[in-house]
């Protein structure tokens, strides 16, 4: 006898519920069906109201102005667990088909539901629907990106693929080698010491139309002449082409050796 006044109280907090949800308010809907479930668990009811409160809360959160599938199903954002989404289909399904769940706006969520599972279940749909939440999460990923690449083709200079530009440490003169020579032991035509052919990044600045001058590269003041030594043809930086590459060179048949790794 003693559990016939809770249930009746816990039927008339369910009624509340329901008129909150006539009424679209889903907070009060919800808060009422929580108390009858306190006071009596095992109503019938409560859990229907529930699950149509918590998937008609979903889709008005939606994300980026799409609907997020994820929370509909109760499931965490990009879930690649499609066993889980299946199974919690199939609960709230269960909950909000309209033959079983009489109450307001069951048939609505029940087709939000299914809207989820279709969008979900099928590979292609999910793929792309991951795809955008990363894309509209991130706006930035894929400019940086592009911007990035953008940056690096700009860096590249024209001999990059074919050549490379290396120093000789000792006196700092510049020279132009095909790149195979890269990591190779070179000997300077200046000071005639040996040096390890480091490819460089970058070149000290060139002064258009002067034949001669003075900068800073890095923290070392360089001079520079243009034309190469023994030739009254002037050129940048002492470039070399493939006539003019000593002869203590490795010859076009052997392949040049790198430097052992520093121990």
Known sequence: ???????????????????????????????????AQKIEPLIEGSDQVL????????AHKPLNGNIEWYTILQVDRLCQDI??????????????????????????????????????SDPVKK?????????QSH??????EESK??????????????????????????????????DCSLRCQNCEK???????????PLVPGREAYYCTWGFFPMGFVFGTPNSNTKRPLQMLNSTEIPSWNPSP??????LPPRS
């Open 127 to 135: 793929a792309k629907y991951d795809y955008n939440i990363i894309t």
């Open 51 to 58: 699950a149509i409160v918590d998937v008609i809360s979903a």
């Open 83 to 120: 066993d889980l989404i299946k199974r919690n289909y199939r609960r709230l399904a269960l909950f909000l088909h309209p033959d079983k769940n009489y109450f307001t706006l069951a048939d609505f969520a029940f087709k939000l539901v299914s809207d989820a599972w279709e969008q979900l």
């Open 253 to 258: 048949q052997t392949e040049p050796q790198p």
């Open 194 to 204: 040996t040096f390890h052919g480091v490819a460089l990044p970058s070149l000290p």
């Open 149 to 182: 690449t953008e940056h690096e083709d700009k860096s590249l200079v024209p001999w990059e693929n074919n050549t490379l530009w290396t120093a000789c440490p000792y006196c700092y003169y510049l020279y132009e080698y095909p790149r195979v020579y890269e």
């Open 139 to 144: 706006p930035h990923v894929e400019k940086e």
């Open 1 to 35: 006898m003693q559990d016939e006044p809770r249930r009746a109280e816990a039927e008339r907090l369910l009624g509340i519920a329901e008129d909150f949800l006539k009424n679209r308010d889903l907070n009060g809907s919800r808060d009422f069906a929580i108390l």
